[in-house]
């Protein structure tokens, strides 16, 4: 039986981890993508700042993640074809990704996580 209570209690703690990082990856777009509405930002200003949530929140390192910013124009906008946030206007949909491979948060390595993506998405209208 000690085996089976072993593995079951390894298996709970590596799946409360994927959770957890899957919450902060989450909560991280949301940040982003709020700080990329504010008037003034741009593209490496929301970049650094995501990077820097999921570095204090989760202690992963910066070199492992991308962060994407998509602009779409709203109806009557001018169209932003280098999703560029300084050339954003008003009422524009932003959309904030960033994925994170399983293999750099995982404590316990693990075959059946190996290669997955977590990934955390946010979108909001330019203020």
């Given at each position: 039986?000690?085996?089976?209570?072993t593995t079951l209690v390894f298996?709970?703690?590596?799946?409360?981890?994927v959770f957890l990082i899957m919450?902060?990856?989450?909560?991280?777009?949301?940040?982003?993508?709020?700080?990329?509405?504010?008037?003034?930002?741009?593209?490496?200003?929301?970049?650094?700042?995501?990077?820097?949530?999921?570095?204090?929140?989760?202690?992963?390192?910066?070199?492992?993640?991308?962060?994407?910013?998509?602009?779409?124009?709203?109806?009557?906008?001018?169209?932003?074809?280098?999703?560029?946030?300084?050339?954003?206007?008003?009422?524009?949909?932003?959309?904030?990704?960033?994925?994170?491979?399983?293999?750099?948060?995982?404590?316990?390595?693990?075959?059946?996580?190996?290669?997955?993506?977590?990934?955390?998405?946010?979108?909001?209208?330019?203020?």
């Amino acid at each position: 039986m000690l085996p089976f209570f072993t593995t079951l209690v390894f298996g709970i703690i590596k799946f409360e981890r994927v959770f957890l990082i899957m919450q902060l990856v989450t909560n991280a777009a949301r940040e982003g993508c709020r700080r990329a509405v504010i008037d003034g930002s741009t593209n490496n200003e929301v970049t650094h700042y995501t990077q820097t949530f999921m570095q204090t929140s989760a202690n992963v390192a910066t070199a492992i993640r991308t962060v994407t910013v998509i602009v779409t124009p709203a109806t009557g906008n001018t169209a932003n074809p280098t999703s560029d946030l300084a050339s954003s206007a008003s009422r524009d949909l932003v959309h904030v990704k960033m994925p994170i491979g399983c293999n750099a948060v995982q404590l316990i390595s693990a075959k059946y996580l190996s290669g997955k993506t977590l990934k955390g998405e946010a979108s909001m209208r330019q203020e």
